[in-house]
């Protein structure tokens, strides 16, 4: 039987999009940026991001898989669905939910940074630094999170519990 235990407060997380809005809107104003997010977990996430973001901005989406069926990463990266949009001589900025390993974040930016963008910036929701296997820089950070498997927020474990509205820790 599993039980939820709330990490992160939709209220924190709202706050925290909302700041995370506010600086991107800063750096990015002028420079109509391209946001790629990682699916699945980035939806609910970047659809938050883009309307406290309010200044124009393009949108593509980009899916790979790292984590089988459970709660541990595979190490493999595969990718599974592309960008169509694109890239060489935009400002892209990779929209992650969660920076784990760092395996999925280090695949997509050699993925991009080979289609020339103008720049290639990072930034998360969730930073989880326990698990780092390979270091990668993150430019836009939500919240360090502990050693925890987590969902809700687009977040899933075995396609569950993605709609939650808080980031909850899942426990058997
Ligand atoms: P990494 O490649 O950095 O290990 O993991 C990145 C991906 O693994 C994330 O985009 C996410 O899909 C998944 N992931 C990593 N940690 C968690 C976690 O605690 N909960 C869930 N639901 N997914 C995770």
Same mark, same amino acid.
């Given at each position: ?37 990682? @699916? &699945?977990? =980035?939806?609910? /996430?970047?659809?938050?991001?883009? #309307?406290?973001?309010?200044? $124009? ?62 720049? @290639? &910036?990072? =930034?998360?929701? /969730?930073?989880?630094?326990?698990? #780092?296997?390979?270091?990668? $820089? ?35």
């Amino acid at each position: 039987m599993n039980k939820l235990k709330v990490l992160i407060s939709k209220e924190e997380i709202e706050k925290k999009v909302t700041e995370l809005a506010a600086e991107l809107r800063e750096d990015y104003h002028e420079k109509n940026p391209l946001l790629i997010g990682a @699916l &699945k977990g =980035c939806f609910v /996430f970047m659809s938050d991001l883009v #309307r406290k973001l309010d200044i $124009p901005v393009e949108v593509d989406f980009i899916k790979v898989s790292s984590y089988g069926i459970g709660t541990h990463s595979s190490g493999k990266i595969k990718l599974e669905h592309g960008t169509k949009t694109p890239i060489e001589g935009r400002h892209v900025l990779v929209i992650e939910d969660i920076v784990d390993t760092g395996l999925t974040v280090r695949f997509l930016l050699d993925y991009i940074s080979r289609r020339k963008p103008a720049s @290639l &910036k990072l =930034c998360t929701l /969730f930073d989880k630094p326990s698990g #780092r296997v390979m270091a990668v $820089p993150i430019d836009y950070m939500g919240f360090t999170i502990p050693d925890a498997f987590v969902i809700g927020y687009g977040l899933d474990f075995d396609e569950k519990f993605r709609y939650l509205p808080d980031l909850c820790i899942l426990e058997d």
